[in-house]
């Protein structure tokens, strides 16, 4: 009987290794906390999403550094209670000015409109998609593409790229669709009204 406990004991813990790997591993709800956790990695990319079992919101937000700069940062929230800012790219005062023109790359094209990204009035040195149509393509433009820029001009007037890796990336908005539908709920899909 105690190598029949040993071997479950074996297993268990392969089974969890596996899980691990794999960087599917949601956080069990602790501490009476009405949410579940999700906190999982998928190459360059983490997710972070919360599940309220009560009223079946999810909120999701998806992060990566950059690579040039890796104290930049490109964000997306997502909801299904009301709609957030679209993909928001956060860069340093010093590196990007953001009252200028900022272009965004993919796949080695400019996306268009030219100017899709908008200062972001909630935070310092942040530009966001915030239109919903345009975030949604540029989500379908960026998903395929082995990396995503900014590019503008820095305060001095020179001109400056930061590039944010997309590996990984397509497979975390899979991860927040399936947590989504969990829920049984559809993403919040127009501006909040405020």
Same mark, same amino acid.
């Given at each position: 009987?105690?190598?029949?406990?040993? %071997?479950?004991?074996?297993?268990?813990?392969?089974?969890?290794?596996?899980?691990?790997?794999?960087?599917?591993?949601?956080?069990?709800?602790?501490?009476?906390?009405?949410?579940?956790?999700?906190?999982?990695?998928?190459?360059?990319?983490?997710?972070?999403?919360?599940?309220?079992?009560?009223?079946?919101?999810?909120?999701?937000?998806?992060?990566?550094?950059?690579?040039?700069?890796?104290?930049?940062?490109?964000?997306?929230?997502?909801?299904?209670?009301?709609?957030?800012? %679209?993909?928001?790219?956060?860069?340093?005062?010093?590196?990007?000015?953001?009252?200028?023109?900022?272009?965004?790359?993919?796949?080695?094209?400019?996306?268009?409109?030219?100017?899709?990204?908008?200062?972001?009035?909630?935070?310092?040195?942040?530009?966001?998609?915030?239109?919903?149509?345009?975030?949604?393509?540029?989500?379908?433009?960026?998903?395929?593409?082995?990396?995503?820029?900014?590019? %503008?001009?820095?305060?001095? %007037?020179?001109?400056?790229?930061?590039?944010?890796?997309?590996?990984?990336?397509?497979?975390?908005?899979?991860?927040?669709?399936?947590?989504?539908?969990?829920?049984?709920?559809?993403?919040?899909?127009?501006?909040?009204?405020?």
């Amino acid at each position: 009987m105690p190598a029949l406990r040993h %071997g479950q004991r074996l297993i268990l813990a392969l089974a969890m290794l596996a899980a691990l790997s794999a960087g599917a591993a949601p956080v069990a709800m602790a501490d009476n906390k009405p949410f579940q956790e999700f906190d999982e990695t998928f190459k360059s990319w983490k997710l972070y999403c919360q599940l309220w079992t009560g009223t079946r919101q999810v909120e999701c937000e998806l992060t990566a550094r950059g690579t040039n700069d890796r104290t930049a940062r490109l964000v997306w929230l997502r909801s299904t209670e009301k709609w957030r800012e %679209g993909l928001r790219f956060r860069v340093s005062a010093e590196s990007l000015d953001l009252d200028r023109l900022v272009r965004v790359w993919a796949d080695r094209a400019v996306f268009k409109p030219d100017s899709p990204c908008k200062p972001y009035r909630f935070e310092t040195n942040t530009c966001a998609v915030t239109d919903p149509d345009i975030n949604r393509r540029m989500v379908e433009r960026i998903a395929p593409a082995p990396e995503v820029s900014i590019v %503008g001009q820095s305060p001095a %007037g020179e001109k400056t790229e930061v590039r944010f890796p997309l590996a990984g990336f397509r497979e975390a908005v899979e991860r927040s669709d399936a947590i989504r539908a969990m829920a049984g709920r559809p993403w919040a899909t127009r501006p909040d009204a405020d």
